[in-house]
């Protein structure tokens, strides 16, 4: 899939999806809940594309369950102001 090979490209996307979800109506703390169970299949279902991907695979492999919410919360501030720049 083009999109994981590139990390620009799966900011955007995850970016688009984050500001979908809240036009939606959905809480914060319903999408960090969401990208978690979704960074959990990620991790044991793909295998990274790219230098960034293998970084938050690794960080994700050590993380205890409130780190991944951590992660999970710094990742969507990341793609959130991606998309406040574009």
């Known amino acids: 899939m083009e ?4 990390w620009e490209k ?12 809240k036009n939606l109506g959905m809480s ?7 990208a978690v169970q979704i960074g959990e299949y990620l991790a044991k279902n793909v295998d990274p ?21 951590a ?3 710094c990742i969507m501030k990341l793609v959130q102001e991606k998309r406040a720049v574009n």
């Open 3 to 6: 999109l994981l090979q590139n």
């Open 10 to 21: 799966w900011k955007s996307f995850l970016g688009k999806q984050v500001e979908n979800a």
């Open 28 to 34: 914060n703390n319903t999408i960090e809940k969401t």
């Open 49 to 69: 594309k790219n230098e960034q991907e293998r970084v938050l695979a690794d960080l994700w492999s050590v993380a205890n369950e409130k780190e991944k919410h």
């Open 71 to 73: 992660l999970a919360s």
